[in-house]
């Protein structure tokens, strides 16, 4: 029987109920597929032993659990792994586990590319050409989850790979319902970081919904005249709205803020521009995440100095402000967002 091209993961559980309840089947029933979906890792419907066999042959009529193609699969020396996926639509998008001591954490995408620009980023370059579906994302997270070892769980969720997560929050939130969900991966809310390049109405919709999710807002610059450069949507909002939204998740959610910041050799990375971001950031209960930039051949951008970055945090925290430099991770592959996703469209573009 061929596959079918609709993903299972693009039913709530309450539609899943339904869908059983339609073809003769107990609403009990929901609950144990989904039980094989998400904590025993099923791969097939024919894995989910417990069913009676006309069930898992009515499931693999309609569904499938995976509708995309791992294209790519890298992994680095420090076993952090990344794919490339494959849509049904031949479109691509990438997600990333990355593995630390005490934690096992899942970066994933929200959109085919992205119409934020940032100048500095590989995702950015071929803009936006749509949102990814629930099923889309959640496959992401459920993929990476069966690259675990068995006794190995996905501890962290953060949606910062290709996408501005906030543009599309209608399939992005059933999501982390249900990974936060008993009925789900049960983890826990405090542990999903969303990402943002700072929509300010947006920030103020998520923060109505009070859900302690951690928000990072990627600032990159302090003034308006830098930001302009390097993230092209602050022309029409501007640092001080941002922030403003910010606060206000803040005061809502009580979520510590976290701000990234890219350094980019020799255009952000200097200490005037680190005094600015301290001026910027002074009385507020925040963390600056710095990122040293990784090399992407097609920008003309580069990795800031080892002396430039540690003066950088220096200056933040002798004026008070919380800051660390993030740790590179899957160096040795192509770990930055959007890169290996780049490489693939253009790698299949026809010649001029
Ligand atoms: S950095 Fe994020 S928001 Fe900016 S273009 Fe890349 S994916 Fe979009």
């Not at 998400?38 to 042959?57: Q, Y």
């Not at 606060?247 to 910041?261: A, K, P, Q, S």
């Not at 051949?297 to 402000?321: K, N, W, Y």
């Amino acid at each position: 029987m061929p596959a079918s091209q609709r993903s299972i993961f693009e039913l709530s559980r309450n539609e899943l109920v339904t869908w059983c309840e339609r073809h003769g089947e107990k609403a009990f029933r929901a609950r144990q597929i989904r039980r094989w979906l998400f904590p025993n890792r099923a791969t097939s419907f024919e894995d989910m032993l417990e069913l009676p066999k006309s069930l898992r042959e009515k499931l693999t009529a309609e569904f499938s659990i995976f509708t995309g193609e791992i294209q790519q699969h890298q992994v680095a020396t420090d076993r952090t792994e990344k794919l490339l996926l494959q849509l049904p639509d031949g479109n691509t998008v990438e997600c990333v586990l990355m593995r630390e001591t005490d934690r096992r954490t899942v970066c994933i995408s929200t959109q085919v590319g992205c119409a934020m620009g940032c100048v500095f980023c590989a995702s950015g370059m071929l803009g936006l050409k749509r949102n990814l579906t629930r099923g889309e994302i959640l496959e992401q997270i459920l993929r990476v989850d069966r690259l675990l070892d068995e006794d190995e769980r996905l501890t962290n969720i953060v949606v910062m790979g290709i996408g501005e997560p906030l543009q599309n929050l209608p399939q992005l939130l059933p999501v982390l319902d249900e990974v936060t969900s008993d009925s789900g991966l049960a983890m826990s809310p405090r542990r999903v970081t969303v990402s943002t390049v700072g929509l300010p109405a947006k920030i103020k919709e998520l923060a109505k919904l009070n859900r302690p999710f951690n928000l990072a807002v990627s600032l990159h610059a302090a003034t308006d005249q830098l930001r302009n450069e390097l993230v092209p949507v602050n022309d029409n909002i501007g640092v001080e709205d941002i922030l403003a939204a910010a606060d206000e998740y803040f005061e809502v959610t009580g979520r510590r803020i976290t701000y990234e910041y890219v350094l980019l050799g020799g255009v952000n990375d200097q200490p005037a521009h680190a005094h600015q971001l301290a001026d910027l950031l002074a009385d507020r209960n925040a963390h600056v995440n710095l990122i040293p930039m990784n090399d992407v051949e097609t920008l003309p951008f580069h990795e800031p100095a080892e002396p430039e970055t540690q003066s950088f945090v220096a200056i933040l925290e002798a004026r008070g402000t919380a800051a660390t430099v993030r740790k590179r991770k899957g160096a040795d592959i192509d770990a930055a967002c959007g890169q290996l996703r780049l490489k693939q469209e253009t790698d299949s573009q026809p010649e001029a």
